[in-house]
């Protein structure tokens, strides 16, 4: 009966909410457990069983020959899975993909696809069959040793789950994107696994660390390196975590100088893109070391040819591509797998035992099955036996029988025998009454009834079992282990693989594209106040210099977005770039979305408590937060403001207790206020009002009130002054302010306020990507009411982009004679 009726077929209307519920809830638990997440049992999702059995059934063994995959897919989508044709195939073209799986289920045989990305042949032209270690995944399923159901039309009978000689979840791992849940387990060694599999047998309360002296981490079919550390550790003892993959890199030394050759890529990694990024990296300037790329790889392996300029070192160039390309990258497990029709998050021991009981059933259901079929040949051996002893007595009894079913029950009642016996005397040929034959089925019959008894000892007990199963287990090893492809690194620094982040001074630029780069400090002209500047920036064409910031390379960066989410990034990990270079673009470095702009960069190298983070949005809302609530690297960003619809956050800064903010706008008001005044909050809150604003004016920036130190002020059409902090009244938070420039037609709207001293200098540049800088002295202390003074010499198509102070400069610097103010 369809359930939106009821007995009498009435339309049952039911409110949409429910519906919508019920219906993604069943959807999401189809899709769970029938389609993403694998069984803890065999490691396999439904389709990959369904595959494996179908060519079991077909007998598409490891000993015959191959059979085209159009044929097994039309085979397992007309009998088991009646889903896309394209979807299957996929599935068993990756089975049989040595650079997909560690041990491969399936053996191909024609175009199979290959690591550079290249597709499969069509299925009409590739043949396959299993895998002779696939035997031991569908070993022993004609014993009873599994359920089976009825396929999707309830015409044929397949396996819930297959056998499983050995633990094939962990063994070859499995991905898959379920709703609301994604799993993603990595390959590990063979012979590493039966050996952790055999001491928890062994030692039943082991832990997950006790199996770490087995089990030395994943074992990618790529090989590579991995990075021994807390968080590949955690991954085995929580289910979650994630482990640092490299590519595997020699050198050669030459002549002509260093050549870097790649011989192994990290899992899942396609090797073309790599080239192609590496070569990219040349092309920007990123890598300037390399003079030649070159792919040698052939059938034999992966071999990728990097030949550096004579006199560069090796080891920094390697250092460069493990950090802008992903010839190193972080492998994210998830260890979830199904586990009595629900997902189950596992540790390492959880994952094992699971398993191991599982597997002492199929044991127990097996020999049960041997059993029974051995007791009921014992059985018709001893009616064979009875009837041979008294062979003159039984002819004579079937012979004065009317028919075979008289001749049965004769048999029956006289020789005292059951049905079945009866029937195998009436089955037995003439030639069984040779001495010969008689001797023989004596001989059977001893053999069967010891078959019994060791049957017998083994089920008795669960140390008979265990035995049993540990002997299957190293007898399996023995045939199919192997040796560990990917090396781990217990002491990285050892390897001398990466170069140590040496302290020094450098400037970042970031363009209003999103381009970003790092230029030594010193590569910056000290100029005087009224200078054109030099040519700084290379910028493409409509793109402009957004901010820059004078740091060191051992920083860490926070930039803050237009979407009030903070992005985490060290200087050192930006490319070294030239002037002439446009740099990399800010996505390869943090995963921003589709239309988040970078308003704000903000060095934090510490979480101090009773620090925080202030943020201002365009239209003047203002909010206070712990700095320690962005203490963690999230790939994806960390949402630090709810933001009003058509709003955005325009700047942030970092503040303590009892500080005080000034807030400055276009249009050259300027407020000041204790962020006492504002309660500190959580990340998902909104903010509250922080200035009153004009129908057509917007908060520019804010900075914070530094003893010692005055307010300095730039418009965009390179007008500048120092304010003294105490020309600013202390006011509560949500007036408009006061007016800190006169005369703004022709200074312009206010660019920035920041402050400085006497002894520091800024570094400024334009929206055509001129630099300029200058010591702070050159700038005259002036009262609010004032338009300061020419800063900069600009074309008509110009206008300044961005200042920043530098940080530290211990050469003397002349300074020629100011300019005329104009006021």
């Known amino acids: 009966m369809d359930e939106n009726k009821n007995a009498k077929g009435e339309i049952l209307y039911v409110p949409i909410h429910q519906e919508i519920e019920n219906s993604y809830l069943v959807y999401s638990l189809s899709v769970i457990i029938g389609r993403a997440i694998p069984d803890v049992r065999d490691g396999l999702k439904p389709v990959h069983r ?3 059995y179908s060519m079991y059934d077909q007998n598409i063994t490891y000993d015959k020959p191959t059979k085209k995959c159009a044929r097994i897919v039309g085979d397992v989508l007309g009998k088991y899975h009646p889903h896309g044709d394209q979807a299957i195939y996929e599935t068993l073209v990756r089975m049989a993909q040595s650079f997909s799986l560690r041990y491969p289920l399936v053996y191909g045989q024609g175009n199979f696809g290959s690591i550079d990305g290249d597709t499969p042949a069509a299925m009409r032209y590739t043949e396959a069959k299993l895998e002779k270690i696939t035997e031991k995944l569908l070993e022993d399923l004609d014993k009873d040793t599994v359920q089976m159901r009825k396929n999707f039309d309830e015409t044929l009978d397949e396996p819930e789950v297959l056998p499983a000689l050995f633990p094939n979840l962990i063994v070859n791992g499995s991905e898959g994107i ?6 993603s387990i990595p390959p590990h ?7 952790a599999l055999i001491h928890l047998i062994d030692n039943p309360v082991c832990t997950s660390m006790d199996l770490l002296q087995y089990i030395k981490g994943p074992d990618f079919p790529t090989g590579g390196l991995i990075v021994y550390d807390n968080d590949m550790k955690q ?3 929580s289910g979650k975590g994630k ?7 020699s050198i050669e030394n030459q002549e002509d100088g260093e050549t870097i050759v790649i011989n192994e890529i990290p899992y899942q990694e396609n090797k073309s893109l790599i080239i192609k990024r590496i070569a990219e990296l040349v092309k920007s ?16 392996g992966i071999r990728v040819i990097i030949k550096l300029k004579k006199g560069k070192n090796a080891k920094t160039v390697i250092s460069k591509l493990y950090k802008y390309t992903n010839l190193q990258k972080y492998y994210n497990a998830n260890i979830i797998a199904i586990h009595n029709t629900e997902p189950k998050t596992y540790d390492l021991k959880e994952l094992l035992n699971d398993y191991f009981i599982f597997r002492k059933e199929i044991f127990v259901r097996r020999y049960n099955f041997l059993l029974k079929k051995a007791k009921d040949r014992l059985h018709i051996l001893e009616g064979l036996l009875i009837a041979l002893q008294r062979i003159d007595e039984v002819i004579a009894t079937i012979r004065k029988s009317k028919d075979p079913s008289e001749a049965k029950i004769n048999l029956m009642e006289i020789f005292s025998l059951t049905k079945i016996q009866s029937e195998a005397i009436l089955d037995m040929r003439l030639q069984k009454l040779t001495s010969l034959e008689i001797g023989k089925i004596k001989e059977e019959h001893d053999s069967v009834f010891k078959e019994i008894e060791r049957i017998n000892a083994i089920l008795k007990d669960d140390f008979s079992i265990h035995s049993e199963i540990k002997k ?8 199919f282990g192997d040796e560990r492809r990917t090396k781990i690194l217990y002491d990285v620094s050892t390897e001398d693989l990466d170069v140590a982040v040496i302290k020094e001074e450098v400037v970042v630029i970031f363009t209003k594209n999103g381009y970003i780069k790092r230029v030594e400090s010193s590569k910056f002209k000290t100029l005087n106040k009224g200078s054109k500047g030099q040519k700084g920036v290379s910028l493409e064409e409509g793109d402009s210099v957004k901010f820059i910031l004078y740091t060191y390379t051992t920083d860490n960066l926070v930039f803050i977005t237009s979407r009030g989410k903070a992005y985490h990034l060290l200087v050192n990990d930006l490319p070294d770039s030239e002037f002439r270079h446009h740099g990399e673009h800010i996505s390869s470095f943090i995963k921003i979305e589709k239309g988040e702009i970078v308003n704000s960069v903000n060095i934090v190298n510490e979480f101090p408590d009773n620090h925080y983070f202030i943020f201002i949005t365009r239209k003047g809302i203002i909010k206070k937060m712990e700095l320690s609530l962005i203490n963690s690297r999230k790939s994806t960003g960390i949402t630090c403001i709810k933001l009003n619809e058509d709003d955005v956050v325009v700047d942030s800064i970092i503040m303590e207790e009892h500080e005080q903010v000034i807030i400055v706008t276009a249009m050259g008001y300027i407020s000041r206020f204790s962020i006492d005044n504002i309660n500190d909050i959580g990340r998902s809150a909104i903010g509250v009002k922080g200035v009153s604003l004009s129908p057509k004016d917007y908060v520019v920036n804010m900075t914070k009130v530094e003893k010692d130190k005055h307010i300095l002020v730039v418009t965009e059409k390179g007008y500048a002054k120092r304010i003294p902090h105490d020309q600013i009244r202390l006011t509560n938070r949500g007036v408009k302010g006061v007016q800190c420039i006169t005369n703004k037609e022709k200074a312009g709207n206010i660019l920035t306020v920041t402050n400085v001293t006497e002894d520091d200098e800024i570094v400024i540049i334009t929206r055509m990507g001129k630099t300029f800088k200058t010591k702070v002295a050159n700038i005259r202390v002036q009262n609010r009411n004032t338009m300061g003074s020419r800063l900069l010499k600009l074309n008509e198509d110009d206008s300044l982009s961005d200042i920043s102070k530098q940080m530290i400069d211990d050469e003397e610097i002349e300074t020629k004679t100011d300019l005329t103010d104009e006021e």
């Open 235 to 237: 991954m085995y003892l």
């Open 50 to 52: 369904r595959i494996l």
């Open 472 to 479: 299957e287990l190293v007898d399996f090893k023995q045939k």
């Open 189 to 195: 060694n063979l012979g590493e696994v039966i050996d």
């Open 243 to 249: 482990v640092l993959v490299r590519a595997r890199i």
């Open 178 to 183: 379920a709703v609301g849940m994604t799993t």
């Open 285 to 300: 300037g990123v890598i300037e070391e390399i003079s030649n790329l070159r792919d040698e790889s052939d059938q034999r």
